[in-house]
């Protein structure tokens, strides 16, 4: 029975979570390092799984930015393999003392940061989340449970097999890396009640998936959000570098959570800038759909409905829509964003401060695209995730948010009256 699989999966991973709470980090690094040298010598049979999944996903009909989000090559295996050997340079946090102090009785009391223990990894799409994950988890010294989606089947497959000998080869417990292989959407349902040997779960996909398993997990949860991120052009911004920022935002990636899907225009410079921004548009073949106001001011765009505002496109679609002013702005976020990252464009400090503060997102930027919200753009490495709740982690998940702490407490004899 799949349950049984997958419940024996569970207890070899928590067997193994024991053993890597205790691993030295340079037995974690060189195990980093062995995962790294597999990836790269096994590049021809990971594309060549690849590409059944590619061939998989042209006849289903995905979107040319899904299919992106799905394609491996030889650069894209090399930076999964040098973002596990970036990995290695950064600071352990396990076993770093937060805090530590002596109470009169003469106990010692530390507060010391530990891994989480298993952590179990539900995605979609995304095949890099694989190695991603995995790297993370075995740097902070937890055992991962994988299981991706049915578009990526091969790949994942293919990526997991390959880096979990590779650890177990570097000396790491059998279990400490392993990946769910059904794609029937019972394993879903089995891993959110697997509180005894599941310490979290961490979904990355559609807002589908992710509040599914927000509703249904009894394991906590960590809440990867959905990315519907605005762009909010103020009066007294520079358009040039508005249109850069914004393009950049829609156009860079667009099947990625970071990715720009609205763009609010200030009453006073819609006119000018609207222009500016479908120019560079049709360079990329961006399709806007446009306010009632926005209109007036596009040659080519869609009428934006209600449901727009608050779609997550993944694709080269974006809605426009004017505002009055940065309040109207900062509402419009409020009622559809989704808290994860938004942008304001002003030469004005004081509106920015006031967009800084008032804007409840994971990230909120001045003057700069919001395709920098990644676990590597901000320097933590490799990320598992972005966080748009507020309870343990928010934002880009690198180490640190893959542990939790402990207090240690040291006595001579002591005991309470």
């Known amino acids: 029975m799949l349950r049984d699989e997958i419940y024996d999966q569970g207890k070899r991973a928590r067997k193994a979570a024991r053993v890597m709470a205790s691993l030295r980090v340079t037995q974690r690094n060189e195990a980093l390092r062995w995962m790294a040298d597999a990836l790269m010598s096994h590049q021809e049979s990971i594309i060549a799984e690849n590409k059944r999944d590619l061939a998989a996903g042209e006849k289903a009909g995905l ?15 090399e930076s999964m393999a040098q973002g596990l050997l970036k990995l290695i340079d950064l600071p352990d946090p396990v076993g770093q003392t937060d805090r530590m102090f002596q109470r009169p009785n003469g106990l010692e009391i530390g507060k010391v940061r530990v891994p989480l223990g298993v952590v179990g990894m539900i995605y979609e799409a995304r095949p ?22 049915s578009s990526a089947e091969h790949s994942n497959k293919i990526l997991s097999s390959v880096i979990a000998q590779a650890a177990e080869k570097a000396g790491l417990p059998p279990g400490c890396i392993q990946s769910i292989e059904s794609t029937d959407r019972e394993a879903v349902g089995i891993m959110l009640t697997m509180n005894q040997y599941l310490d979290v779960l961490i979904p990355r996909g559609g807002g589908s998936l992710i509040q599914h398993v927000v509703n249904h997990a009894t394991v906590p949860v960590i809440e990867t959000g959905t990315g519907v991120c605005h762009a909010y052009v103020d ?11 914004v393009n950049n935002g829609k156009t860079q990636r667009p099947g990625v959570c ?18 500016m921004l479908e120019k560079k548009f049709k360079e990329q073949n961006v399709v806007i759909r446009a306010c009632e106001t926005s209109a007036q001011y596009l040659e080519e765009c869609e009428s934006a409905t209600e449901e727009d505002y608050a779609t997550e496109y993944l694709d080269y679609i974006i809605t426009a829509k004017v505002v009055d002013d940065i309040h109207q702005a900062m509402d419009h976020i409020a009622a559809y964003g989704t808290h994860h990252s938004d942008v304001i464009i002003t030469a004005s400090y004081a509106k920015a401060r006031m967009f800084l503060a008032e804007v409840d997102s994971a990230a909120v930027y001045v003057n700069a695209s919001t395709r920098f919200t990644d676990g590597e753009m901000f320097g933590f490495g490799a990320e598992i995730g972005i966080s748009t709740q507020k309870l343990h982690a928010r934002g880009p998940m690198g180490l640190e948010e893959l542990t939790t702490y402990k207090y240690v407490i040291y006595g001579n004899g002591q005991i309470r009256e």
């Open 258 to 275: 970071n990715a720009l899907e609205t763009v609010l225009v200030h009453r006073s410079v819609a006119s000018k800038f609207l222009p």
């Open 235 to 245: 009066e007294e911004a520079d358009l040039t570098m508005a249109v850069d920022i």
């Open 63 to 77: 979107s040319a930015a899904l299919l992106d989000r799905l394609r491996l090559d030889h650069a894209r295996i």
């Open 128 to 149: 890099n989340v694989t190695v991603d994950a995995a790297g993370l988890c075995i740097k902070t010294g937890n055992a991962v449970l994988l299981r991706g989606g």
